[in-house]
């Protein structure tokens, strides 16, 4: 009886596409020095007199 019985094979699968790499994430606290590097910088054009 196993005479009959038909072999399947697995259908071979394409392994998945690797996604594009990611730039890592910037911590939270980047930002804050930015903002307070821009609010110094700012202040210091004032200070000199730039802007009026």
Do not use: T
Request: charged share 20%; net charge positive.
């Amino acid at each position: 009886m196993s005479d009959n019985v038909v072999q399947f094979r697995r259908i071979e699968k394409k392994p998945d596409p690797k996604p594009p790499k990611q730039r890592p994430e910037l911590p939270g606290w980047i930002w804050f020095v930015a903002l307070v590097a821009i609010a110094v910088a700012i202040y210091l054009v004032q200070q000199a007199g730039v802007l009026g």
